[in-house]
């Protein structure tokens, strides 16, 4: 008797193990699927708010444009989208912060190509460019080979794809016009320290946008022909800080006769990038966001981007390319 009782004791003990390590188990699970739930809708909502963010910058964008002429729009940096945003507490103690920069202030990087052949002044601008950012690479020659169609080098330093077979890994040229700036980081012998230079003073547009001179940075104004010192692009920043140029010619006029030509300038902006930081409980989502704004006073989303590093915490003017 006392032999079975010993056994029923042993099996109801192996019963409340089992019991206990099922109930573990599915707790777990349970608690997994919670947490993952959560993650799903923090990073739902983040999206969301990144996107009002967006909406926010095209609404200050098209006041922008209705306080003017939309025909022919005067930006510059002392107006309300040019400075920072305020940012906005969200539920669980999160926050939205938005930022607009000028695109229309920077190279274009597509402008290399002209109806599918080199763009001389345009690669001449762009070499000035990097020689003022003290870039010694010849990526003026490799990005004109990027865009163009042949698998002829430019030169004695363009590459194309028999240069590019043969990295680890291998890839091809693009042999297209660039869709983002990131794109930069393929070409041959690109440092992630000249990427850093050039990004805040190029950017990739329409090959015939127009140069915004009441937003460019002093180097892409220096850049614009031989003979342009930096220290006189720098004076015209500041001076246009006080009065921005009402039109082209002023701001050739004070160029002291140099010769630049005023086709692809303007005084005014058509495209705009967004970015939108959102932190949502443990979660951070930024969005990167290209606009278009029409003399219509539409505002038309060109691409989005996600998973971008944080934005900078320094004041919009200073971050101004």
């Known amino acids: 008797m006392r032999r079975e009782q010993g056994m029923a004791l ?6 409340v193990v089992v019991v206990t390590v099922v109930s573990a188990g599915i707790i777990a699970r349970q608690q997994l699927s919670i947490r993952s739930s959560a993650n799903q809708l923090h990073v739902r909502q983040a999206l969301h708010y990144a996107l009002g963010g967006e909406m926010l910058a095209k609404a200050v964008l098209q006041r922008d444009l209705a306080a003017g002429d939309p ?8 107006e309300a989208w040019a400075r920072s945003l305020a940012s906005f507490t969200l539920d669980e103690g999160g926050e939205l912060r938005t930022q607009i920069s000028d695109l229309s202030a ?3 990087l597509n402008s290399l190509l002209r109806e599918g052949q080199p763009n001389e002044a345009a690669v001449a601008q762009f070499r000035r460019l990097l020689r003022l950012l003290q870039i010694e690479t010849p990526y003026a020659e490799r990005l004109l080979d990027w865009l163009d169609a042949d698998q002829e080098p430019t030169g004695g330093y363009g590459a194309e794809d028999n240069q590019y077979l043969l990295l680890q890994p291998a890839y091809r040229a693009g042999n297209r016009l660039l869709s983002d700036v990131s794109e930069l980081r393929l070409l041959l012998e690109m440092s992630e320290e ?11 547009l329409p090959a015939g946008a127009a140069l915004n001179v009441n937003t460019a940075s002093a180097e892409v104004l220096a850049s614009l022909a031989e003979g342009i010192a930096l220290g006189t692009a720098e004076g015209l920043v500041a001076a246009r800080a006080g009065r921005p140029f009402e039109d082209v010619q002023a701001f050739l006029a004070q160029l002291g006769g140099l010769a630049v030509q005023s086709q692809g300038l303007a005084i005014g902006s058509e495209y705009f990038q967004v970015v939108s930081e959102v932190s949502v409980g443990d979660r951070r989502q930024l969005l990167r966001s290209t606009l278009q704004r029409a003399s ?7 691409s989005r981007g996600l998973g971008l590093t944080a934005m900078p915490a320094a004041p919009i003017e200073d971050l101004q390319p």
């Open 10 to 15: 042993i099996t109801v003990l192996l019963v």
């Open 71 to 78: 025909r022919a729009p005067l930006d510059h940096l002392g």
């Open 106 to 108: 920077r190279f274009n």
């Open 194 to 204: 000249d990427y850093q230079r050039l990004l805040p003073h190029v950017g990739v």
């Open 296 to 302: 219509d006073g539409r505002v038309y989303v060109l």
